[in-house]
């Protein structure tokens, strides 16, 4: 029923007020919500600008920084300046996205987004500039749900019937629109999501994630090289590695400077921050998401504690708010710690409501608690590497770290070599110097 609905005339998207300023003149200004002539010639406005865009240098720029822009991840940016507009309208973009739809309410701060939208635009408010203004809306909308995993990206939309009932119509198989008022940046939109999408949609596989945890360019360089689609960093690894202490937020240098390396390999990169490392959330968040970095992993324990859920909550939605389009995966450490095991679940569905993209529960081992976990949660459960992965699969996990266990086989390595060297005992075969070299290069 749908799909004919969208391509019937007399159905008709619901018309909005002429108006002269703010996101309602934008709103009477743009292809999305007319219909006749004015839609006619609107679209054609929008196509013609989305012609003059490549969608590999759009992809490029949100992404590797060969395109348009300076590659610092965020996708919005990225089509603003192929817009022709400076990258840092994202905000402003975001804020009118709130408030565009007809049916929610304009803010001041969405009618003063639009003035600045205009005037980095040239300062004319005609159908030109409000088509460059509608389609970064559009995309901050769409490209955000991409991101989330959400599909289709827009879950429904709304047509007058010729009775003047309202119609709300589904687009479940149709994730963007069809008929005359199909979204003409589909390609664009896909192409701006592509990175960050990509590491979402990695939970969403036929199998689960297998996540190696590295803990210096070299081991992830290595883990890049042997075909993992994805790296992780360690926090015991990386605060060995550099003689501190894990779980103190003690490395938050040593873990942002990491990060800035690993993003050059290709694959995606998520961050283990601890419990934020002693940052602000919302200020470690844009930081890391400047680096380009696709995810992160977030603690409530608290060395021998765990944190108030509540507190939790908070700390996650502010992380979320500095960088919405990153993969937030909240670790719930009550069976690492042996505290408050029933919590788990309660405490998983509230960093869900918080805008975590993922639960990591390291230390459940029970097939039952697992299933429990899945069944409860909507969002892909995290566990420690810890038997068959098949048997894991089949429960419902995701998502299968090694957390540290990397790390420490390499210590072993290390020291059973040494001690075959010392002993006169045949030593295991390793990797060349050259293949070692080579990591440098990637």
Same mark, same amino acid.
């Given at each position: ?9 007399? *159905? ?35 196509? %013609? ?18 395109? *348009? ?7 919005? %940016? ?21 408030? *565009? ?12 987004? @639009? ?8 300062? #004319?408010?005609? %159908? ?27 879950? #429904? ?20 629109? #069809? ?78 400077? /990491?990060?800035?390396? /690993?993003?050059?390999?290709? @694959? ?30 977030? %603690? ?5 504690? /765990? ?103 390499? /210590? ?20 060349? *110097? ?9």
């Amino acid at each position: 029923m749908a799909r004919p609905v969208l391509s019937d005339p007399d *159905y008709r998207v619901p018309g909005v007020p002429a108006a002269t300023s703010g996101v309602a003149w934008l709103r009477a200004s743009v292809a999305r919500f007319c219909e006749g002539p004015d839609h006619i010639r609107r679209r054609a406005l929008a196509v %013609e600008q989305l012609a003059a865009l490549s969608p590999a240098q759009l992809r490029a720029g949100a992404v590797h920084g060969d395109g *348009y822009g300076d590659g610092d991840g965020d996708p919005i %940016e990225a089509l603003a300046q192929a817009l022709g507009l400076p990258r840092h309208v994202a905000p402003d973009v975001a804020a009118v996205a709130r408030s *565009y739809q007809p049916h929610t309410e304009i803010t001041d701060a969405a009618d003063q987004a @639009v003035d600045r939208l205009i005037a980095a635009c040239g300062g #004319s408010a005609d %159908e030109a500039t409000a088509s460059r203004i509608g389609l970064l809306v559009q995309a901050c909308q769409a490209v955000t749900a991409l991101i989330s995993g959400t599909n289709p990206p827009v879950p #429904s939309t709304r047509r007058v019937a010729p009775s003047g009932e309202m119609v709300e119509v589904d687009l479940v198989g149709m994730p963007f629109g #069809s008929g005359r008022h199909a979204c003409p940046g589909r390609t664009h939109a896909l192409a701006l999501a592509s990175r960050q999408l990509h590491f979402h949609r990695l939970h969403h596989g036929d199998t689960p994630l297998i996540l190696p945890n590295a803990w210096d360019f070299a081991s992830a360089a290595a883990l890049a090289e042997a075909g993992f689609p994805a790296i992780g960093t360690t926090s015991l690894g990386v605060a060995a590695a550099n003689g501190l202490p894990d779980a103190a937020g003690a490395t938050l240098k040593e873990t942002l400077e /990491l990060a800035a390396k /690993l993003v050059r390999l290709g @694959v995606p990169i998520t961050v283990d921050i601890e419990a934020g490392l002693g940052a602000d959330p919302s200020e470690l968040a844009a930081h890391l998401w400047e680096l380009r970095v696709a995810g992160v992993n977030i %603690e409530d324990g608290r060395g021998d504690h /765990l944190a108030d859920p509540l507190v939790q909550a908070d700390l996650l939605r502010a992380f979320k708010d500095g960088a919405p389009a990153m993969f937030l995966n909240a670790r719930i450490d009550t069976h690492w710690l042996g505290l408050e095991k029933s919590s788990a679940i309660d405490r998983a569905l509230r960093y869900a409501d918080a805008g975590a993209d993922g639960v990591f529960v390291p230390g459940l081992v029970d097939d039952r608690e697992i299933a429990d976990v899945v069944a409860a949660v909507a969002l892909p459960l995290n566990v420690l590497a810890q038997d068959d992965v098949q048997r894991l699969a089949n429960l419902g996990v995701r998502r299968i770290s090694t957390g540290s266990l990397l790390f420490r086989a390499a /210590l072993d390595a290390a020291v059973t070599t040494a001690r075959a060297v010392r002993d006169g005992t045949p030593v295991q075969q390793v990797a060349s *110097y050259e293949s070692v070299q080579a990591l440098a290069n990637r």
